[in-house]
């Protein structure tokens, strides 16, 4: 076993004018300390039910296919290669040696002199020359970028006719992630953050990753007319804008903007055959002690403990309980068996998840009124019990109607618009049967002074406006909820409609025994809590067989009228909640 802050680089040999040779590598242990000049690699493992031998350090190993195809291209004529690669050069049956160096993955690739990023070899189908033109396209679209204009920039003749391009865009198509692993592979991700230099190579081909970079500028900018016509999709869809959105999110993780939670959340969807590389795989691209306890990549805790470990370890980050807002629980056919309702699984995405909306709203609100998670109890509850969360917090009422779940994406062939506002009507008409209305200066008008009508406008817009990309833009005005009527009516108002849908997008509407509405988890249970360190509220259910004040977690909730402190003003007694 190597030392704690040395790996084991593999120095592979030269094949000498035969590229047929069979390959052949030696292992030799340095120090990161000593700063050794090696190249680190970035790959899909592939298969491994066939593996294909070579010889490393006179012993026979065998690796799979696609790294056996990937070391004859980096094999050189003349001269030995120092790589880095982790199916080589970190012993995969000592889990105790594996957690060490999946810890040094944050110098490991920071320190390499350049990281090379293998997309695989070009399919059988797509002919070379049309390989070759999908990278003059991306360079073309660099170098727009990098000239400020089209001036002076040649135009690919693969641009001229929608005959010409078709075989350059099924090459880029190729390489797109719903055809490519290794945009869906998690471990790709921190292997193209961390190095400071980086090369793109399939095939044959290669490119400077940061041609693909100063791409997506001109994706996300002007483009020609010429490059439109061609492409005929907007900037959010179609083959070339899934694979801009993918090169845009490794900058963002690049530029560290991300916090511990938007991190998790951006890459739960790429996938580890290890579920707890999951997270592992994303510690070189937090500060050190941010996640005190899952940093450890601990391969002898069991999958289930790891995530409990995660959801702490955010909490406690957050100082909030903002990773119980992220749809933290699975379906059934994908959930981790055994995990508490409350832990995030971050083993796989929700089949209906809410993205990033509530997500990026939860700094908007402050339902906790200024009452946050005690840090030393919720260490000493983790202590006592990995598997519960003690929560103080107050009742704020029974759920006593629900309305129909807005499924996103809704059932295939019906008219989206018209659906969505058809149910929106159905939870407007559930709002009139439940919930007590009062005209202007009565005593009867909603909580915040509202009438009915107001309230409604204001919670089917989470009483936010958002952009494009779900970000806040504004607090809701008159004008907003007059907006939400209009939709409503003639199904107009195009980002009113945005924000509406992204309020609606798998959730349920429903009215308290208080006589509040909210708009909640599709699975939303009997029970509404305000919890300190809650931005939003939450919904519980009594346990079944449990003690007092004994509960399953249900999920977040928008509830109008109590998101910012309100529900803390009622004078209620604030009791602590057992949560399973």
Same mark, same amino acid.
């Given at each position: 076993?190597?030392?704690?802050?040395?790996?084991?680089?593999?120095?592979?040999?030269?094949?000498?004018?035969?590229?047929?040779?069979?390959?052949?590598? %030696?292992?030799?242990?340095?120090?990161?300390?000593?700063?050794?000049?090696?190249?680190?690699?970035? #790959?899909?493992?592939?298969?491994?039910?066939?593996?294909?031998?070579?010889?490393?350090?006179?012993?026979?190993?065998?690796?799979?296919?696609?790294?056996?195809?990937?070391?004859?291209?980096?094999?050189?004529?003349?001269? !030995?290669?120092?790589?880095?690669?982790?199916?080589?050069?970190?012993?995969?049956?000592?889990?105790?040696?594996?957690?060490? =160096?999946?810890? =040094?993955?944050?110098?490991?690739?920071?320190?390499?002199?350049?990281?090379?990023?293998?997309?695989?070899?070009?399919?059988?189908?797509?002919?070379?020359?049309? !390989?070759?033109?999908?990278?003059?396209?991306?360079?073309?679209?660099?170098?727009?970028?990098?000239?400020?204009?089209?001036?002076?920039?040649?135009?690919?003749?693969?641009?001229?006719?929608? !005959?010409?391009?078709?075989?350059?865009?099924?090459?880029?198509?190729?390489?797109?992630?719903?055809?490519?692993?290794?945009?869906?592979?998690?471990?790709?991700?921190?292997?193209?953050?961390?190095?400071?230099?980086?090369?793109?190579?399939?095939?044959?081909?290669?490119?400077?990753?940061?041609?693909? &970079?100063?791409?997506?500028?001109?994706?996300?900018?002007?483009? @020609?007319?010429?490059?439109?016509?061609?492409?005929?999709?907007?900037?959010?869809?179609?083959?070339?804008?899934?694979?801009?959105?993918?090169?845009?999110?490794?900058?963002?993780?690049?530029?560290?903007?991300?916090?511990?939670?938007?991190?998790?959340?951006?890459?739960?969807?790429?996938?580890?055959?290890?579920?707890?590389?999951?997270? #592992?795989?994303?510690?070189?691209?937090?500060?050190?002690?941010?996640?005190?306890?899952?940093? =450890?990549? %601990?391969?002898?805790?069991?999958?289930?403990?790891?995530?409990?470990?995660?959801?702490?370890?955010?909490?406690?980050?957050?100082? $909030?309980?903002?990773?119980?807002?992220?749809?933290?629980?699975?379906?059934?056919?994908?959930?981790? @068996?055994?995990?508490?309702?409350?832990?995030?699984?971050?083993?796989?995405?929700?089949?209906?998840?809410?993205?990033?909306?509530?997500?990026?709203?939860?700094?908007?609100?402050?339902?906790?009124?200024?009452?946050?998670?005690?840090?030393?109890?919720?260490?000493?509850?983790?202590?006592?019990?990995?598997?519960?969360?003690?929560?103080?917090?107050?009742?704020?009422?029974?759920?006593?109607?629900?309305?129909?779940?807005?499924?996103?994406?809704?059932?295939?062939?019906?008219?989206?618009?018209?659906? =969505?506002?058809?149910?929106?009507?159905?939870?407007?008409?559930? !709002?009139?049967?439940?919930?007590?209305? $009062?005209?202007?200066?009565?005593?009867?008008? #909603?909580?915040?002074?509202?009438?009915?009508?107001?309230?409604?406008?204001?919670?089917?817009?989470?009483?936010?406006?958002?952009?494009?990309?779900?970000?806040?833009?504004?607090?809701?005005?008159?004008? %907003?909820? %007059?907006?939400?009527?209009?939709?409503?009516?003639?199904?107009?108002? &195009?980002?009113?409609?945005?924000?509406?849908?992204?309020?609606?997008?798998?959730?349920?509407?429903?009215?308290?025994?208080?006589?509040?509405?909210?708009?909640?988890?599709?699975?939303?249970?009997?029970?509404?809590?305000?919890?300190?360190?809650?931005? #939003?509220?939450?919904?519980?259910?009594?346990?079944?067989?449990? $003690?007092?004040?004994? &509960?399953?977690?249900?999920?977040?909730? &928008?509830?109008?009228?109590?998101?910012?402190?309100?529900?803390?003003?009622?004078?209620?007694?604030?009791?602590?909640?057992?949560?399973?």
């Amino acid at each position: 076993m190597v030392s704690r802050n040395e790996i084991r680089i593999l120095h592979l040999s030269p094949h000498n004018g035969d590229s047929s040779a069979p390959l052949k590598a %030696d292992l030799r242990v340095a120090a990161l300390e000593d700063n050794p000049d090696y190249e680190a690699v970035s #790959y899909v493992w592939g298969s491994r039910d066939v593996l294909v031998d070579m010889e490393v350090s006179g012993r026979s190993v065998g690796v799979t296919k696609n790294l056996d195809a990937f070391l004859r291209r980096l094999r050189l004529p003349d001269q !030995a290669r120092a790589l880095w690669i982790d199916q080589l050069c970190i012993n995969q049956w000592d889990l105790k040696e594996k957690a060490q =160096q999946v810890r =040094q993955m944050r110098h490991i690739y920071s320190q390499c002199r350049t990281c090379l990023l293998w997309m695989g070899e070009i399919r059988e189908d797509i002919p070379a020359a049309d !390989a070759e033109e999908a990278l003059v396209i991306l360079r073309y679209m660099a170098a727009l970028f990098e000239a400020g204009g089209e001036e002076g920039v040649a135009v690919p003749a693969s641009l001229d006719s929608d !005959a010409s391009f078709r075989g350059p865009l099924t090459a880029l198509e190729s390489l797109s992630i719903e055809h490519n692993p290794w945009w869906a592979r998690v471990w790709t991700v921190q292997e193209a953050v961390l190095p400071q230099e980086m090369t793109f190579m399939w095939g044959s081909l290669t490119m400077p990753w940061e041609t693909m &970079y100063h791409a997506t500028r001109t994706w996300t900018g002007t483009q @020609p007319d010429q490059l439109m016509r061609r492409f005929h999709v907007s900037h959010d869809d179609g083959v070339i804008g899934g694979l801009m959105a993918m090169v845009i999110w490794l900058k963002i993780a690049k530029s560290r903007d991300d916090s511990p939670a938007h991190l998790v959340n951006r890459w739960r969807f790429r996938s580890a055959t290890d579920p707890r590389d999951k997270i #592992y795989a994303l510690m070189g691209l937090c500060t050190p002690g941010t996640l005190p306890t899952v940093e =450890q990549c %601990d391969y002898d805790m069991p999958v289930v403990d790891v995530f409990c470990d995660l959801t702490f370890d955010l909490m406690l980050s957050d100082e $909030g309980l903002l990773p119980l807002s992220m749809d933290p629980r699975l379906e059934a056919s994908k959930a981790t @068996p055994g995990i508490p309702r409350w832990a995030l699984d971050a083993s796989h995405i929700s089949d209906r998840n809410t993205d990033w909306f509530h997500l990026f709203a939860w700094p908007e609100y402050e339902a906790h009124g200024g009452r946050h998670v005690e840090v030393g109890k919720m260490l000493q509850r983790r202590e006592d019990s990995n598997y519960t969360l003690e929560l103080e917090g107050v009742f704020v009422g029974t759920v006593t109607a629900v309305g129909d779940v807005w499924l996103n994406p809704p059932e295939p062939g019906i008219d989206r618009d018209a659906a =969505q506002r058809q149910r929106m009507r159905s939870w407007e008409a559930l !709002a009139h049967e439940h919930v007590k209305q $009062g005209a202007a200066g009565s005593s009867e008008l #909603y909580p915040g002074g509202y009438t009915l009508r107001e309230a409604f406008g204001r919670l089917m817009l989470g009483d936010i406006l958002r952009d494009s990309s779900q970000w806040i833009e504004s607090r809701a005005d008159e004008e %907003d909820v %007059d907006s939400v009527y209009e939709f409503l009516d003639t199904g107009d108002r &195009y980002w009113t409609r945005k924000t509406i849908w992204g309020m609606m997008s798998n959730q349920r509407f429903f009215v308290t025994s208080s006589g509040l509405m909210g708009i909640g988890h599709m699975d939303t249970q009997p029970e509404v809590w305000v919890f300190h360190g809650g931005n #939003y509220p939450f919904t519980i259910i009594p346990r079944a067989g449990g $003690g007092t004040d004994e &509960y399953d977690f249900g999920g977040r909730c &928008y509830v109008q009228g109590i998101m910012n402190g309100e529900a803390f003003e009622r004078g209620e007694e604030t009791r602590t909640a057992t949560i399973y």
